[in-house]
């Protein structure tokens, strides 16, 4: 029965999605995703839902070679997909409704290797926006300095994580609508940190 549930919505999506009419054009690799993200929110009142949680990936950054052309070709894919997105959240009143996560599972060196590229490190950065963010600033602690001194420094230009996981998920699942007495539930290792490590809706968001 769950086969044909999942079956008869995926059916009531595609006739969703075929037709929704954009008011933006997008192109490039994150252009092409973030259009499908699009059509999505476009589609909610004919799905009847009131809330959406849309998640995709972009390869392409794992530059173990040639740094210094690949990830200004990649931020720009980047831009122009995201522009035109929010761009399409204006056009739709949403604008406070819809908060953008970029993320990474790991960050990079700091140090390039011999083939011009950085390798796997483990402290990284990532970039929130929405209307609804409290934006314009970093939240968390930056490093004091990227010398071999820093407290943070392990090594290769890898810098340890002085935030968790869990702390930016903290807030952005508060601002979604999930209680207090969930989040636990939503993050089961929230509870391995203090709340001082941890990001709060006021935190992020307006």
């Given at each position: 029965?769950?086969?044909?549930?999942?079956?008869?919505?995926?059916?009531?999506?595609?006739?969703?999605?075929?037709?929704?009419?954009?008011?933006?054009?997008?192109?490039?690799?994150?252009?092409?995703?973030?259009?499908?993200?699009?059509?999505?929110?476009?589609?909610?009142?004919?799905?009847?839902?009131?809330?959406?949680?849309?998640?995709?990936?972009?390869?392409?950054?794992?530059?173990?070679?040639?740094?210094?052309?690949?990830?200004?070709?990649?931020?720009?894919?980047?831009?122009?997909?995201?522009?035109?997105?929010?761009?399409?959240?204006?056009?739709?009143?949403?604008?406070?409704?819809?908060?953008?996560?970029?993320?990474?599972?790991?960050?990079?060196?700091?140090?390039?290797?011999?083939?011009?590229?950085?390798?796997?490190?483990?402290?990284?950065?990532?970039?929130?926006?929405?209307?609804?963010?409290?934006?314009?600033?970093?939240?968390?602690?930056?490093?004091?300095?990227?010398?071999?001194?820093?407290?943070?420094?392990?090594?290769?230009?890898?810098?340890?994580?002085?935030?968790p996981w869990e702390a930016m998920w903290n807030g952005v699942a508060q601002w979604f609508?999930?209680?207090?007495?969930?989040?636990?539930?939503?993050?089961?290792?929230?509870?391995?940190?203090?709340?001082?490590?941890?990001?709060?809706?006021?935190?992020?968001?307006?």
């Amino acid at each position: 029965q769950a086969f044909v549930n999942a079956v008869d919505r995926r059916g009531i999506l595609k006739t969703a999605l075929d037709s929704v009419t954009l008011s933006q054009s997008y192109s490039g690799y994150a252009g092409g995703r973030l259009k499908m993200a699009a059509k999505i929110l476009r589609s909610r009142e004919s799905r009847e839902v009131n809330r959406d949680a849309i998640y995709f990936t972009l390869g392409g950054h794992d530059t173990h070679f040639d740094t210094k052309e690949s990830v200004p070709a990649n931020l720009q894919d980047i831009n122009d997909g995201l522009e035109s997105f929010t761009k399409e959240i204006e056009d739709m009143g949403l604008n406070n409704s819809v908060t953008i996560l970029v993320v990474s599972e790991f960050g990079r060196t700091l140090t390039s290797n011999a083939g011009g590229g950085t390798d796997h490190a483990w402290g990284g950065n990532y970039f929130m926006l929405g209307g609804a963010v409290n934006g314009g600033k970093i939240v968390g602690q930056y490093p004091a300095s990227f010398s071999s001194s820093d407290a943070t420094f392990c090594g290769r230009g890898r810098i340890i994580p002085t935030s968790p996981w869990e702390a930016m998920w903290n807030g952005v699942a508060q601002w979604f609508g999930a209680d207090i007495d969930d989040l636990d539930y939503i993050m089961p290792n929230r509870k391995s940190f203090p709340e001082t490590m941890l990001f709060s809706k006021s935190d992020l968001f307006d």
